[in-house]
């Protein structure tokens, strides 16, 4: 336990950078070509939280954390994806998709931090 709410006894939960392989996200189909989707998982040890970013047929996941300030990367919920590359909102970063490598802004020589998913049979796994 990270602390408590002053106001009672609410737990702060760790956030953790990765997740066991095999975790169901659901079907590719749930998000659009070009876009991207931002999940949460609830583990024992702590919550996860990371996004997808859907290009035709294939899934690229990452840890929803900037380089350069490691905050999370949309304001809005699922905005991750400007112009065919993701975008941190607060600083104007921008990321390769399927590399996670820093194009521009603060961030030069930077990557995201993989989250590694796979689609099988239509939908979105952890691997």
């Keep these: 336990m990270l602390g408590r709410f002053p106001q009672g006894d609410f737990a702060l939960s760790e956030r953790l950078s990765a997740t066991p392989p ?7 189909d749930q998000i659009a070509d070009g876009a991207a989707r931002n999940f949460v998982i609830e583990m024992r040890a702590g919550r996860f939280h990371g996004f997808v970013v859907r290009r035709g047929r294939d899934a690229f996941g990452y840890v929803d954390r900037c380089p350069h300030m490691g905050l999370p990367l949309a304001q809005t ?11 941190c909102s607060w600083h104007g970063a921008v990321f390769d998709i399927a590399s996670g490598k ?4 603060p961030c ?3 990557t995201l931090t993989a989250w590694p998913v796979a689609v099988r049979d239509g939908a979105i796994v952890t691997a």
């Design 22 to 28: 095999g975790i169901a996200l659901g079907p590719l």
């Design 77 to 87: 919920l699922d905005d991750y994806v400007t112009g065919g590359m993701i975008a």
């Design 102 to 105: 820093c194009l521009g802004g």
């Design 108 to 110: 030069p020589g930077a």
